[in-house]
């Protein structure tokens, strides 16, 4: 069984689930904290693989299989798909033959000569119909698109090899079945095509594999002379290399004299936006046949996830526009097909349904009760709570991939573990200002900072300055990384000890106090036992303030750990 073209490399995946929040088709299961590529339901769009920050998602390396074939087959053919022109810029293409060639191919040949028999086959189709809506067959990933996820459509799509296969067949056709072919080019669905139709196309490449192929065998495209007798089998193309543009096949159809009207004749790019594009579409072709063009990336094919990043979408397109009006129309060296009819059968993807009261329940479980619990923050990579929800009921999200859920769990936690602290412990901002205290803390200070407390837990945003007169300790520490440790402090007719330290630089300082003046605590004791739960509870408090700022699943780990630390400590307490 091949490996699917796209796949998770799990021990680099981060739990981010940008890969999710970018996928058209959310073809994406979370298992074990790591996503992992629903084969069945995805159309290789590469989208998961571009945004991935830690480059968990993989291209499958097809560049030593391809290798491979020119030391097991004489007669080696390259089809080059048109897009190479901005992806060698400056390069002519009898010199980036030559170096091809130098690789040990028999033969380079333009991808593009396929789209203009596709092109040929569609015209003949529209000058013949009355009505009804015609999509193109030429971007695999939108078949794999429309057939898998919006089934409804599928009658729509013209029943054509793509112009990639269409290239292959005529190849074959020309220098034998014993010829094998090679794509290089910006797709990563072609992958899929040599997968499915080995008979036509061997492997597939992507632009950056040629050129480490070059790097590995020393050849600078830089130094090579072009020679006259360098050329592309068994012709240059014309038409078909507009195909990578938006609109590309559209001018392609033009030239082949295709007379319908502008207004019948659409293309669209982004696979993002395709769900809008064929809603209500059924409406549409009632009277006059409508073709659409239909396109996964956007800007086209010159932006696919196998293209380098080094220029924008104006200056590629430049660069092919130049590229096709420096074309000739010539004579057809070839004998054109005679049908590229393919019906590939790709399954539906089954979308299960859940009922209102199955999505309430598992909303439920992520603490979501009320309307106005769904945040619809898309953290988790779903627009909205609901789709959460439903991924979840289906197998493909997990309960931790609710950041709100966990970080609102974690503020609990840690609420509850700063609040059952023996000590007096606060924690203030850069301006003094409360951020959170435990009900110790405000016993400590007095009466009446008790009874603000008892109003307001917690005393989030009162003025340290003015319930401690000795909050220049903590402006001091603020600005340093490190502990005002053992520090003895006075407050009416009371003794403190405690320490204040720092949090976060600039942001944070967190203080813990005990009261020595208690009638019933011995002295010895309370040195003894204050230092023990001093080193505890600053690094505790240390710990709930990071938690409180930073990743929720990370928070939800270290609090569990610290409980857990207490409630040892207390264990042993009671025994001795």
Not at 150 to 166: A, N, R
């Amino acid at each position: 069984m091949k490996l699917n073209p796209i796949y998770t490399e799990i021990t680099e995946c981060q739990d981010c689930y940008k890969c999710i929040r970018h996928c058209p088709v959310k073809s994406i299961k979370v298992e074990d904290g790591h996503a992992k590529i629903l084969v069945d339901d995805c159309i290789l769009c590469g989208n998961c693989y571009l945004k991935c920050p830690v480059g968990a998602k993989k291209i499958r390396n097809d560049l030593p299989r391809a290798q491979r074939a020119l030391q097991e087959h004489k007669k080696v053919i390259l089809s080059l798909a048109p897009s190479f022109v901005g992806e060698f810029p400056g390069i002519s293409p009898s010199v980036l033959i030559k170096g091809i060639k130098k690789l040990g191919f028999w033969a380079v040949s333009e991808t593009a000569l396929g789209a203009q028999e596709v092109s040929r086959h569609t015209s003949q189709i529209l000058k013949k119909a009355e009505k009804g809506v015609f999509i193109s067959s030429a971007c695999p990933t939108m078949v794999e698109y429309i057939r898998k996820h919006k089934p409804q459509y599928s009658s729509y799509v013209i029943d054509h090899l793509s112009p990639l296969l269409t290239h292959c067949q005529m190849l074959k056709d020309l220098y034998g079945e014993d010829c094998i072919v090679i794509f290089a080019g910006p797709c990563i669905s072609k992958k899929r095509e040599a997968d499915l139709r080995e008979d036509l196309l061997h492997r597939a490449i992507s632009f950056e594999d040629l050129k480490n192929w070059f790097s590995q065998y020393q050849i600078d495209l830089n130094t090579l002379s072009g020679d006259e007798d360098e050329n592309f089998v068994p012709q240059y193309s014309y038409d078909g290399a507009s195909y990578p543009l938006e609109g590309g096949m559209i001018r392609s159809l033009k030239m082949q004299n295709v007379a319908l009207p502008d207004n019948q004749l659409m293309s669209f790019t982004n696979v993002h936006s395709m769900a809008e594009v064929l809603q209500n579409l059924e409406s549409l072709g009632q009277k006059d046949p409508l073709f659409l063009e239909l396109l996964a990336c956007e800007g086209g094919c010159i932006n696919g996830p196998g293209c380098g990043k080094t220029s924008g979408t104006a200056v590629k397109e430049k660069q092919l526009l130049d590229y096709i009006t420096s074309r000739e129309e010539q004579l057809s060296l070839y004998k054109p097909c005679s049908s590229i009819i393919y019906k590939r059968k790709i399954e539906a993807v089954t979308q299960r349904s859940f009922d209102e009261m199955e999505i309430r329940k598992a909303l439920n479980t992520i603490g979501k009760y009320e309307s106005s619990d769904e945040k619809n923050c898309g953290a988790c990579g779903y627009s909205t709570c609901r789709d959460y929800a439903a991924a979840f009921l289906d197998g493909r999200a997990e309960k931790d991939m609710c950041v709100s859920y966990l970080k609102t769990l974690s503020e609990k936690k840690a609420d509850a573990l700063i609040k059952s602290m023996p000590s007096g412990a606060v924690i203030v901002d850069a301006e003094m200002m409360i951020i959170q205290c435990n009900r110790a803390f405000a016993m400590l200070i007095g009466e009446e900072t008790l009874a603000a407390y008892e109003t307001k837990p917690g005393l989030k945003g009162a003025s340290l300055e003015k319930i401690l007169p000795f909050t220049s300790l903590f402006q001091g520490v603020l600005s340093e990384e490190g502990v005002l440790a053992d520090q003895t402090f006075h407050l009416e007719n009371k003794i403190f000890t405690g320490s204040v330290f720092t949090i976060e630089k600039n942001q944070a300082v967190g203080g813990i106090f005990q009261d020595i003046t208690l009638p019933w605590v011995q002295k010895d004791q309370v040195i003894k036992q204050a230092r023990k739960v001093m080193e505890n509870s600053i690094s505790t408090v240390q710990q709930i303030a990071f938690l409180l700022g930073e990743n929720a699943a990370q928070s939800e780990i270290m609090l569990n750990s610290i409980i857990t630390s207490f409630g040892s400590e207390s264990d042993q307490e009671s025994d001795d």
